[in-house]
């Protein structure tokens, strides 16, 4: 980080806390999304085996792994492991 300061017009700065706010609600909302994901994905554990499908999916992801531990489905994000 660099020390210092900067002006911006407080319409600028308006719209700098409008985006901060846009992007915290879409994390949240994929955050939900997950664990709705990981309650559907313990269902499935058990009604079929679903590990090679996650094996397979979790060579392909590039965001994200599936992990499968006792029945339970959990996802986490790579850059959160």
């Known amino acids: 980080m660099v020390d210092g300061t900067v002006s911006i017009t407080l319409k600028d700065f308006q719209n700098l ?3 901060k706010t ?3 609600d879409r994390i949240n ?3 939900k999304a997950a664990k709705e994901l990981q309650v559907f994905l313990s269902y499935l ?3 079929v ?3 090679p499908f996650v094996q397979e999916f979790n060579k392909q992801s590039r965001t994200s ?3 499968l531990e006792a029945g339970h ?3 986490k994000f790579k850059d959160q492991l």
């Open 22 to 24: 846009n992007a915290d």
């Open 45 to 47: 554990c058990t009604r």
């Open 17 to 19: 806390v409008d985006v």
């Open 29 to 31: 909302n994929v955050k």
């Open 65 to 67: 792994e599936i992990l």
């Open 73 to 75: 489905a959990k996802i």
């Open 49 to 51: 085996d679903i590990e």
